[in-house]
């Protein structure tokens, strides 16, 4: 079946630690997000890209970077500049660059240790 | 700027009972309207979209929203309520100008009680 996969599921890190969420998608989808979700804030917009090798910057996208060398894959680096990295992560895909239903993974859940 | 606003942040109801989930939204032209809904730990699933025509939509699970254009607003409504219906909703609208981008309101739980 077709989806979105994320891993991990949960995720730690340290102080002054880099860390990267990984997204696959075998959608055959262009475009891929990713959010944060905090509990009462809804999703947030970190990234997305509308095609390979390119992205934009999304409402919150300090401490956070992104690549897409693949159209499958869209990697979230959270690094050390993110100060409060806890929360929830969300990739999605959609087929296209109009206003479309987005696909969802389950999420990585990344905590401070 | 575009928003969507979900004015319920907590509901209740009884199985068996019928729900109504509020969504309203500020944008200068149609709008492209998401219902989805999120189970604890898990991703988004898409219930239900309204791009254009008839304004009554239907979904799956046996939810169904109307657009209502005078009131700038999308409810979600099912006519029983499941116990297996008790998760977090979220209303979103499609952002114009070819970025495929979703603005989501902030969600609102619901718990089903026996």
């Known amino acids: 079946d077709g989806g979105i996969t994320q891993s991990p599921k949960y995720l730690f890190r340290k102080e002054g630690q880099n860390v990267t969420l990984s997204c696959e998608q075998n959608?055959?989808?262009?475009?891929m997000y990713w959010y944060r979700q905090d509990p009462g804030q809804g999703l947030r917009l970190i990234y997305y890209?509308?095609?390979?090798?390119?992205?934009q910057k999304g409402d919150i996208a300090e401490g956070y970077s992104v690549s897409r060398e693949k159209k499958e894959s869209f990697p979230l680096t959270v690094t050390s500049a993110q100060k409060n990295p806890t929360a929830f992560y969300l990739c999605?895909?959609?087929?296209?660059?109009?206003?479309?239903?987005?696909?969802f993974g389950d999420g990585t859940r990344l905590s401070i240790l | 700027a575009q928003s969507v606003t979900q004015p319920d942040i907590h509901i209740t109801v009884s199985e068996g009972a019928s729900l109504e989930l509020r969504c309203n939204y500020s944008?200068?032209?149609?709008?492209?309207l998401f219902w989805y809904v999120q189970s604890p730990g898990q991703g988004l699933q898409l219930l239900l979209k309204?791009?254009?025509?008839?304004?009554l939509v239907q979904g799956i699970k046996g939810f169904e929203a109307e657009f209502k254009r005078s009131q700038s607003s999308f409810n979600l409504r099912k006519p029983s309520v499941h116990w297996s219906d008790a998760a977090e909703y979220f209303c979103?609208?499609?952002?114009?100008?070819?970025?495929?981008?979703?603005?989501f309101g902030q969600g609102t739980t619901l718990q089903v009680k026996p």
């Open positions: 999605a895909s959609s087929v296209g660059t109009d206003p479309q239903p987005q696909h």
């Open positions: 959608l055959n989808h262009d475009a």
């Open positions: 890209s509308q095609i390979v090798n390119d992205f």
């Open positions: 944008y200068g032209a149609t709008p492209y």
């Open positions: 309204y791009f254009s025509g008839d304004t």
């Open positions: 979103a609208v499609g952002v114009r100008g070819n970025t495929g981008k979703l603005i």
